[in-house]
């Protein structure tokens, strides 16, 4: 018989969507990024995705994709985006973006790189092509040093929620050959994911 894994990952539905909407607000009022008792609009247009510790039957780690028309997302709303990038986004067939965010997870869990492959993967499954973000300057480096030259800024960087933000964009079709090519690594964590179950239930 085969162990157990630490964690699973997968699309939160049901409690345990309450659970990751919890914990989201939980870490982001913690770093002042949220008010105790402030209303987050995406909550209901948002899939979220966990890390859960099977042992302690506990969410972990958190992000979600938000589906809202385009310049009803938080990065368009509140953010200056390049004309360029404006055009080009506007393209977009409207089932083909969503918005990445609520990115968190408790501290002594490495589950961030996991969390990302599983929205990737949804993401292949139901044919969304590209992210759309808006996140600080911490994560924006690690996003950036993980996806290369595909992980793109497209607008002003201002002070949001607290600290410096930055607008970007993940385009995955023009991603996937320079993955392949130049980070193969993260190809192969990306693309060939054995577990492909993307439900969380009880």
Same mark, same amino acid.
């Given at each position: 018989?085969?162990?157990?894994k *630490? ?11 309450? $659970? /990751? ?35 302690? &039957? =506990?969410?972990?780690? +958190?992000?979600?994709l #938000? ?6 997302? /938080?990065?368009?709303? !509140? ?11 506007? *393209?977009?067939?409207? &089932?083909?973006?969503? =918005? +990445?965010? /609520?990115?968190? *997870?408790? %501290?002594? !869990? ?5 969390? #990302? ?7 292949? !499954? !139901? ?7 808006? #996140? ?7 996003? &950036?040093?993980?996806?290369? %030259? ?8 201002q ?12 385009? #995955? %079709? ?19 994911? $054995? &577990?492909?179950?993307?439900e969380?239930?009880?």
């Open positions: 018989m085969q162990p157990v *630490k964690y699973y990952y997968g699309q939160a539905i049901s409690q345990f969507r309450e $659970e /990751a909407i919890q914990l989201h607000r939980k870490r982001y009022s913690e770093v002042g990024f949220l008010l105790e008792d402030e209303q987050d609009p995406y909550e209901s247009d948002s899939l979220y995705f966990v890390a859960k510790d099977q042992e302690k &039957n =506990e969410i972990v780690g +958190v992000t979600r #938000i589906f809202k028309p385009l310049l009803e997302l /938080a990065t368009l709303e !509140h953010f200056t985006i390049y004309d360029l990038d404006i055009k080009k986004l506007q *393209k977009l067939d409207k &089932n083909s973006y969503a =918005e +990445v965010s /609520a990115f968190t *997870k408790m %501290p002594q !869990h490495e589950v961030g790189m996991d969390i #990302i492959r599983t929205v990737f993967q949804y993401s292949l !499954h !139901h044919g969304i092509t590209h992210w759309i973000c808006c #996140i600080d300057e911490r994560v924006y480096k690690y996003l &950036n040093r993980v996806f290369g %030259p595909a992980f793109k800024i497209i607008g002003e960087p002070v949001y929620l607290g600290s410096v933000t930055i607008p970007c964009i993940l385009d #995955i %079709p023009a991603g996937t050959p320079i993955f392949k090519s130049t980070k193969p690594k993260l190809y192969e964590f990306l693309f060939n994911y $054995e &577990n492909q179950i993307l969380v239930s009880k």
